[in-house]
T-cell receptor, first 116, second 119 residues
Framework: AQKITQTQPGMFVQEKEAVTLDCTYDTSDPSYGLFWYKQPSSGEMIFLIYQGSYDQQNATEGRYSLNFQKARKSANLVISASQLGDSAMYFCAMREGNSGNTPLVFGKGTRLSVIA | DAGVIQSPRHEVTEMGQEVTLRCKPISGHDYLFWYRQTMMRGLELLIYFNNNVPIDDSGMPEDRFSAKMPNASFSTLKIQPSEPRDSAVYFC?????????????????FGEGSRLTVL
């Protein structure tokens, strides 16, 4: 079974609008971390935001916020005020356990296109 | 500060040839990961090291793949012999286990990747 599911292969958003990228996860471990990475066309992987399973509040980093719904096992990324530079692939990832450095398991990604 | 450095950035080779990809992790990081990215399979973990010791190599596709980490500042991923289905982008990533950090997340820091094309 897939650990991370991103159901939107591609998304379009108008510049300056907000967009939500979906991510659901599957784990039986009570301790886990959820990550979002951005991969622009140049290819590098850029860490955006992190949410721990025990965190009480949704994570925020600038224009990025994570809508964490633990009971539904979803960790959607919200990008506010989209910019043309936000056009990229976005990957949701999970680390199980609390050892801190087990590998991340990635979803297949969502390609976001921001339209002027 | 220098990030994770990978070389070569691009490699085109013929089937049957040996390929060696190189990675220099961020100084002080004690974990190193090799991932492979393809359109069909996404990002897959191949192997990871802790303090230069391989911890899990169950993602290595077959015996043609091998990885080493002779010291804390260098790792190689070797494919011998290479096949067209090995064509992919290979990423190296490193991280530091530092649970004392207030906002520790354990995020992975990725290199820019090595794009391999096997003809």
């Amino acid at each position: 079974a897939q650990k991370i599911t991103q159901t939107q292969p591609g998304m379009f958003v108008q510049e300056k609008e907000a967009v939500t990228l979906d991510c659901t996860y599957d784990t039986s471990d009570p301790s886990y971390g959820l990550f979002w990475y951005k991969q622009p066309s140049s290819g590098e992987m850029i860490f955006l935001i992190y949410q721990g399973s025990y965190d009480q509040q949704n994570a925020t980093e600038g224009r990025y916020s994570l809508n964490f719904q633990k009971a539904r096992k979803s960790a959607n990324l919200v990008i506010s005020a989209s910019q043309l530079g936000d056009s990229a692939m976005y990957f949701c990832a999970m680390r199980e356990g609390n050892s801190g450095n087990t590998p991340l398991v990635f979803g297949k990604g969502t390609r976001l296109s921001v339209i002027a | 500060d220098a990030g994770v450095i990978q070389s070569p950035r691009h490699e085109v080779t013929e089937m049957g040839q040996e390929v060696t990809l190189r990675c220099k992790p961020i100084s002080g990081h004690d974990y190193l990961f090799w991932y492979r990215q393809t359109m069909m399979r996404g990002l897959e973990l191949l192997i990871y090291f802790n303090n230069n010791v391989p911890i899990d190599d169950s993602g290595m596709p077959e015996d043609r793949f091998s990885a080493k980490m002779p010291n804390a500042s260098f790792s190689t991923l070797k494919i011998q012999p290479s096949e067209p289905r090995d064509s992919a982008v290979y990423f190296c990533a490193s991280s530091l286990r530092d649970l004392a950090r207030v906002l520790y997340t354990g995020e992975l820091f990725f290199g820019e990747g090595s794009r391999l094309t096997v003809l």
